[in-house]
């Protein structure tokens, strides 16, 4: 089939890819190209954040998995495993998401830092955007895959000459299909040059600023913020303050680490990612509202995508 995808974040250039391995004649238009995107922001470790309905979520997220681990095999992809831990200030149950994981463990106590009462570590993908994007758009332009800029003011018009859509406008998709239900919520992150880290670090407990520590290969990502309803895209620096202060306490030899970048990105929430098929505009799916799992969930969404379209 000729297909149009919507959109060239994560999501969108995913779903392009799948389509095109499956033998779909695929093109992708977007408002803002790849490393324009929310995708770019990212720190792109693989976990289900802020993205629902829990039962698709643990699947795609699975297929995400592996799918991110099957791409760690390509040094040009920017993805590695990386071992790491969520630290809690309270007992917490394992989480509603465990089956997407092969592998979860519990910090013993005496490895805690000091007030935290309970810990996860795990191995998962964590994804260099910087990298990951243009390994997406190189592959995507080596399949015949063209990937244009085009604002569109309605979705209809992106069914011509084409048999199918995908809409992957994430937040976009708020003035493109009318979903009041998308909701902006606004991430702030700082950018330092690696010190030698090699393990994630994670702390949600609150969930307005949750504290978040990922090594690249040649950077760190310090966070950040999850603000709802914010839409404001410009570096805050008195955020930025809080941020690295944040991040220090949790990772002492950070003080060390020079900053090198601010970046700010609206992920698209919604009470649930929307994945379907779409009964009054025969030829269109969607998928979008990913939250902040746009990267965990991308190659599992695609999947589906690919099923749907066929």
């Known amino acids: ?23 779909h004649t695929v093109e992708v238009v977007a408002a803002e190209l ?3 995107t929310t995708s770019a922001v990212a720190a ?49 149950p394992d989480p509603w998401w465990v089956d ?15 007030g935290y009462l309970d810990g996860l570590e795990l191995t ?43 809409n992957c406008a994430g937040l976009g998709a708020r003035e493109l299909v009318g979903d009041t239900e998308l909701l902006p919520v606004r991430g702030q992150v700082v950018i330092v040059e690696q010190i030698g880290l090699q393990r994630w670090l994670l702390d ?5 600023a949750p504290t978040y520590v990922v090594p690249h290969r040649d950077t760190i990502v310090l966070g950040g913020t999850a603000v709802e309803g914010d839409e ?13 202060r944040r991040a220090v306490q949790l990772v002492p030899d950070l003080v060390r680490a020079r900053v090198v970048a601010h970046r700010v990105g609206l992920r698209p929430g919604r009470p649930a990612v929307r994945l379907e098929s779409d009964p009054s505009a025969p030829g269109t799916i969607h998928c979008y509202g990913h939250g902040g799992a746009g990267v965990t969930l991308a190659y599992g969404c695609a999947q589906d995508v690919v099923r749907l379209i066929g």
């Open 1 to 23: 089939m000729r297909v149009r995808v919507v959109g060239a974040g994560v999501v969108g250039l995913a779903v392009a890819l799948r389509l095109r391995e499956a033998g």
């Open 100 to 114: 997407a994981v092969p592998r979860l463990d519990r910090v013993r106590p005496a490895d805690l830092p000091d």
């Open 232 to 244: 404001d895209r410009s570096v805050r620096p008195d955020v930025a303050d809080v941020i690295l």
């Open 34 to 36: 790849a490393l324009e």
């Open 44 to 92: 792109a470790l693989w976990y289900p954040y802020r993205a629902l309905p829990e039962s698709a979520v643990t699947r795609w997220a699975a297929q995400g998995y592996r799918a991110l681990d099957a791409l760690c095999a390509d040094p040009a992809a920017g993805v590695d495993l990386r071992c790491g831990r969520q630290l809690f200030r309270a007992r917490t």
């Open 204 to 208: 949600e407990t609150d969930p307005n």
């Open 124 to 166: 998962v993908p964590v994804i260099d955007m910087a990298v990951h994007l243009p390994w997406l758009m190189a592959r995507l332009d080596a399949m015949g895959v063209a990937v244009r800029r085009a604002r569109l003011d309605d979705l209809a018009v992106a069914h011509d000459g084409v048999q199918a859509v995908v």
